[in-house]
């Protein structure tokens, strides 16, 4: 059995993007689900609210620790790019490249993706973390877009495209319908106010349909919540804010909604349409990267086409035998699979 060594910095929450893919890696590796390799030491640390010591830890003493405990193993995994700058210069080391959005800044329909004028110290820390991929012995990319990219700005790096997976059976236990849904269709869109997500869209496509649109996720603030609210109101869109969910909430969420709408035009990899097929739930995706390499061709559609959404929502019919097969291409197995091949590939 080899040894991975899985680091990243600070411990982000299990219920966060980057913290969950990490906490199912390490499961994952504990369990043995990956053939031939075990889990060896993990290194992080708890955050903490001074920026001075976050420096240190990020661009002096995590590299640092990292290096001495690499020796132990056969392999060093950083979980997500914004801690690649944890390379060590020697050995055997994947990172795994979620998405560039922040590396990399850019404007997808007319939205700012990623932060446009870093900081003095943003910008030293950008140069680490590139200098780490470009050392890298392995890129893993969660989407075919980003594997595209990072062969475009990091020549020369091998990588593999593993999407991320899901426990399939978790969304098909039997659950009630929410009490918070109404007679009629009703809608989901998940995620947070970010622009790029563009729950305005989804207020603007529903606005004057008779449905409802059940808006799901911990908001940014308050003042986007009343900003989104009120827009939805002049627009006469029915908007109910539901906010952050449990598991199981979300599951019967999504298993007894009509479908779920996700206008975002920048994601990583995009989560939520591939929840929504598991649980037998037509999800309506933008035609951006990197979420439309998940849907069925037809739940594709025009970023800016409102009518062609209003369309799919009026002509929604029951596909969950479809959707639920697309769903299994995903699954934990198959990940586990694409993993071992990924980590072989180094030896």
């Known amino acids: ?11 982000l929450s299990p219920y966060s993007g980057l913290g969950s893919t990490h906490s199912a890696l390490t499961d994952r590796l504990k369990s043995g689900l990956v053939e031939g390799y075990e889990l060896g030491n993990v290194h992080e640390y708890e955050i903490k609210k001074n920026p001075f010591s976050r ?10 620790k990292v290096a001495k405990i690499s020796r132990n193993g056969d392999i060093v995994h950083i979980t997500d790019q914004e801690q690649s700058g944890l390379v060590p210069k020697t050995g055997k080391t994947v990172v795994t490249v979620h998405d560039l959005f922040h590396l990399y800044p850019s404007k997808r329909n007319g939205v700012e ?3 446009q004028n870093p900081s ?23 989407s075919k877009d ?27 236990i039997e659950t009630k319908k929410p009490s918070w849904f109404n007679d009629g269709v ?8 970010e622009p790029r997500k563009r729950v305005d869209f989804a207020v603007e496509v529903c606005a004057g349909m008779d449905v409802t649109l059940h808006k799901i996720g911990a908001e940014s603030s308050d003042y986007s919540k ?11 869109c029915n908007l109910n804010w539901v906010g952050r969910l449990e598991q199981d909430e979300m599951i019967a969420a999504l298993q007894h909604a009509d479908a779920l709408l996700f206008p975002s035009v920048a994601e990583g990899f995009g ?26 061709q037809h739940h594709i559609l025009p970023p800016e086409d409102i009518d062609a959404w209003r369309n799919a929502v009026l002509e929604l019919k029951d596909e969950s035998s479809l959707v639920k097969e697309r769903a299994a291409e995903f699954s934990v197995e198959n990940w586990a699979k694409r993993h071992q091949e990924a980590y072989d590939s180094l030896f």
């Open 271 to 296: 989560l939520p349409p591939l929840e929504a097929y598991a649980a037998g739930t037509t999800a309506l995706v933008a035609d951006a990267p990197a979420h439309n390499e998940i849907p069925l």
């Open 1 to 11: 059995m080899r040894k991975v060594t899985l680091a990243r910095g600070g411990a």
């Open 113 to 115: 993706i990623g932060e």
């Open 186 to 193: 009703n809608l989901l869109v998940i995620g947070s106010e």
């Open 120 to 142: 003095f110290i943003r910008k030293r820390d950008l140069k680490k973390l590139k200098r780490g991929l470009s050392r890298a012995s392995l890129l893993i990319c969660v």
């Open 55 to 64: 420096i240190w830890k990020r661009w002096f003493s995590g590299p640092s």
């Open 146 to 172: 980003t594997q595209q990219e990072c062969e475009m700005r990091f020549p020369g790096t091998p990588t593999a495209w593993i999407p991320h997976a899901i426990k399939l059976q978790d969304y098909q």
């Open 226 to 236: 009343r900003k989104l609210c009120s827009y939805a109101e002049d627009l006469k």
